[in-house]
């Protein structure tokens, strides 16, 4: 079992609509979840951090982590077509490294 | 302020020969990885490390090897290089593993030929 899963996509979405990505991870012991977005070429960044159960909004986006479920999603509301990019999950591992997932590549359409 | 700088940012090796890719962060940052990202693909854990004079070995370790004599550089080594390696690789470091964020270099676009 990987470490962290992610659906690789492409997921396309209606510009206006709500994107919504999933993310599972394995490590019980996980306390911190990241949301990283990367367009072609570039590096990644940080979009979302979550680390308790629950709801964590930002502007359009929100992080959901359910710890019982292994479970962490990020919807994006409105999407933009400037949305178009891969979403990155990962998560701590034995607090001190991070794992990322292979990522969900998103299409917004016009 | 530089935040990470990784260099080079493309080279081209031929299958056997050795390089070392450099990183340098000058946030004083305890906590620096090494990542490799092949095409389409999310980021590998190569090699990761926790302070000075500390690494430890991530998810896809063989055919390379770091160090980390400073808090400030962390370079690695691929030793006999093999197409397998043909990827982008990227550094990033962070000040710890929990709540805070990875600062990424710029990567470095590597082809084994």
């Known amino acids: 079992q990987k470490e962290v899963e992610q659906n690789s996509g492409p997921l396309s979405v209606p510009e206006g609509a709500i994107a919504s990505l999933n993310c599972t991870y394995s490590?019980?012991?996980?306390?911190?979840f990241f949301w990283y977005r990367q367009y072609s070429g570039k590096s990644p960044e940080l979009i979302m951090f979550?680390?308790?159960?629950g709801d964590k909004e930002d502007g359009r986006f929100t992080a959901q982590l359910n710890k019982a479920s292994q479970y962490v999603s990020l919807l994006i509301r409105d999407s933009q077509p400037s949305d178009s990019a891969t979403y990155l999950c990962?998560?701590?591992?034995?607090?001190?490294?991070?794992?990322f997932g292979s990522g969900t590549r998103l299409s917004i359409r016009p | 302020n530089a935040g990470v700088t990784q260099t080079p940012k493309f080279r081209i090796l031929k299958i056997g020969q050795s390089m070392t890719l450099q990183c340098t962060q000058d946030?004083?940052?305890?906590?620096m990885y090494w990542y490799r990202q092949d095409p389409g693909m999310g980021l590998k854990l190569i090699y990761y490390?926790?302070?000075?004079?500390?690494?430890d070995k991530g998810e896809v370790p063989n055919g390379y090897n770091v160090s980390r004599s400073t808090t400030e550089d962390f370079p690695l080594r691929l030793e006999l290089a093999a197409p397998s390696q043909t990827s982008v690789y990227f550094c990033?470091?962070?000040?710890?593993?929990?709540?805070?964020?990875?600062?990424f270099g710029s990567g470095t676009q590597l082809s084994v030929l």
């Open positions: 990033a470091s962070s000040g710890t593993a929990l709540n805070e964020k990875l600062f």
């Open positions: 490590d019980r012991g996980s306390q911190s």
């Open positions: 979550i680390y308790s159960n």
């Open positions: 990962a998560v701590d591992s034995s607090a001190s490294k991070i794992i």
């Open positions: 946030m004083n940052h305890n906590y």
């Open positions: 490390s926790v302070g000075a004079g500390i690494t």
